[in-house]
């Protein structure tokens, strides 16, 4: 193996081998294997582009319009031009791709699935660092700059690791980064030829032999020093005082009494990206639903629920995953007495909204959703495994609309002994304001009921309570103090804030994730938006179960039975049949001019050739000058790859045309008079070497025309006839260049054409084609073009062409002043 492929191939393993931190973050890793091959093939197009050989610039050029071509076809093939190139529209869609794979990073919590999104974020920024090694340490032969593209690829994966395992990434990443620079090192040294160490001669071995010496010296100081550096790098950390917060602060800490929380809570990720939703300009849809209930302002669609509180923050329990039953068990708590309707709901969630959990109304009875989906019986929440979210999923709920009155409320018998234990903990470290307001404000009520009532006008109107968004109530275990003191936040302050107070009374309380019902459309379908994102105390009745209330002023609705009067006990009536796959919500289909980036998001927009045939001129067709332009594009599409054959074609048959054409002249200095024999006769030679090359004998200027036939008959494998002819043009190229009086000889053109007959019968057939498709003597093409360009810079600077331009200039004056 050459020394630049070695290096190319350490350069692959080395990004791969920083890439590897980032394996912890995502919860599969087929990516994995897609960026790998991907940045194979763009490593070997830089091998093919170094061999031509092209510039520099141009091999990292040609690499990354190739990088380009590869995202194309794996993540926008279908917007790509003929299902290959990138146009436009291929463009578009990286930007949404990558716009919703920012939102998932928000979204997600460590390991996230691996979204399209998230996938282009992770295989696009390898190949990017790829390139980049790629270009420094094999292309500009540096490989010590290259570990910076690596570091930065590290950094952001440690960064946002949060297992035990970050030193045995950090090895990983620093062998790799070792074995690029041992291959640079060992390729430096090929370069001088063979180490001699000037040690004492072996009698056993011999002279310095492989293995023995202090010829190796340089590789072993060189593998102590790495040694030692990594030994370092992981032991002064293990010594050093810890720092907290930040990405340095331990996984599980609490929060501390002086962090800072804009929120003012901690929360899982269904609440990470709650305010953000509500402060957002845009009310972007995230899904739809169609309900046989007409009661849809109690349509809550619940995600899950967090019932742990450890004073500074509410999260979900640990429980066990279960398969999804086809019918759900029956709720807990809740007896025979109580009223609850049956409601069938269909949903269609938008392509833009990726969550873990099913969003569904509670209680539900029975969930029919196609994908991979897990049952959580504590909460009755639906949970995706094997990175399966709600991004366009499309799904059935049958439901129970629990209404109980006032009366059976307040007469609920006590809880039972397991329910009081587990949902009425409050930590210690709990400040004792919360409990103190909590009894000054339900004061004087006779049950659980009315104490949950007063907290919930309390905070809704009476308490002088305001929503705002842009709160910062600060963090730690005196946020709810904070919050109770500042009167000022958002649902979760809301309903973190009584679900504490609830337990501080004895009442068993938790918190539900979700959104509220929505906006209803003119087609009867619901649509709720990334503003209906909500959170809500759930309290615990014996006879009706969790109970839904709501503290936050100006956001839902309260519960008819949180009123004083008796809810009307009119007939409910049949509940409609569950609504059919084909009747879920959509919305009227919108023409190619109206398809905003949001509708194509939620998979609303006609398809392509639909588009295309709605507008785009008066026929509906394409205008004259996309049609030419695409016409155009198509023919530089066949016409580019061939011009390395057509230049090679056109310039071999300049070289053998009759000995009275145009031919390259004597080179300069060589005594040799130009002529039309000796024009020829060198064409001729010319023209053998480069047939040569072409079949990889690369030529050698330094050599003699008799010592340069002599190589390319060996390494072209020549005999017989082929190899008499090489010689003879060999000898009748001496003849013209050092010979008194040159006599060319006839034939040289039938000479020319059986060597290039051997060198074509004696190669491979990849070999063949690659001869005849893609010359490597076409390189002299581009030289010839950098040739130009540096005649035409220096014409510039010596101010020939500004003189021109002057002197065109005042005669253009002066006839001007004629006139």
Known sequence: MSGGARLAVCGVVATLASTCALLPLIDTTTWMVQAAILLTVQSAVGALARRVPLSRPLTVTVQALVTLVLLTLVFARSQALGGLLPGPDVFREFGQLLQEGADDVGRYAIPAPATTGIRLMLVGGLLVVGLAVDAVAVTWRSAAPAGLPLLALYSIAAGLAQSGRDWLWFLVAAAGYLLLLLAEGRDRLARWGRVFGGGARSPSRGFLAPGSGPALAPVRTGRRIGALALGIALAVPA???????????????????????????????????????????ENREVMRYRTSTESTREMYLRIVALDRFDGASWQPSEHRLTDLPEVLPTPAGLAPGVRADAVNTSVAAAGSYAQNYLPLPYPAERVRVDGHWRYEPEGRTVAGERGQTTRGVRYQVSSLLVQPTAAQLAGAPAPREEVLREYTKVPGSLPGVVGATARKVTAGSANAYEQAVKLQDWFAADGGFSYDTEVASGGGSDAIAKFLEAK???????????????????????????????????????????????????????????TRFEPTPSRGTAPDYTAAQEPSAADPG??????????????????????????????ECPPVAQQASAGGGPGGGLSPGAVAGIAAGGVALLVLPTLPLLWRRRLRARRLADPGQH??????????????GVEHTLAAWAELTDSAWDYGVLPDESRT????????????????????????VATAVEQVLYAPQPRPPAGLVDDVERVRAGLRSSARRPARLRAVLAPRSAARLVWGLARRRRAAGERLRSGRLGTAWRRAGGALRTTLGRT
């Open 705 to 728: 025309p008799r010592s340069a036939a002599a190589r390319i008959v060996r390494l072209g494998g020549l005999t017989g006839a082929a190899e008499e002819s090489a010689h003879r």
């Open 488 to 546: 000022r936040g958002f649902c979760i302050h809301f309903s973190f804030s009584m679900a504490a107070m609830a337990r501080t009374l004895g009442i068993p309380a938790r918190v539900a994730v979700g959104f509220t019902p929505g906006t209803p459309l003119p087609d009867g379908s619901m649509s709720v938006g990334s503003k209906d994102a909500h959170a809500w105390p759930e309290l615990y009745f014996e006879g009706v179960g969790w």
């Open 239 to 281: 010594v050093l005082p810890t720092m907290e917060g930040g990405l340095l602060e331990p996984r599980g800490r609490a929060a501390g009494p002086d962090r800072d929380d804009s929120s003012g809570f901690d929360a899982v990720r269904p609440l990470v990206t709650l305010r953000d939703s509500l402060n957002q300009p």
């Open 574 to 603: 049949v509940p409609a049949p569950l609504p059919d796959r084909s009747t879920a919500p959509s919305a009227r289909p919108p023409s190619a001019g109206d398809c905003t980036p949001q509708l194509k998001r939620l998979g």
């Open 663 to 676: 031919a390259p002249s004597a080179p300069e200095g060589s005594g040799t008079p130009p002529g039309p």
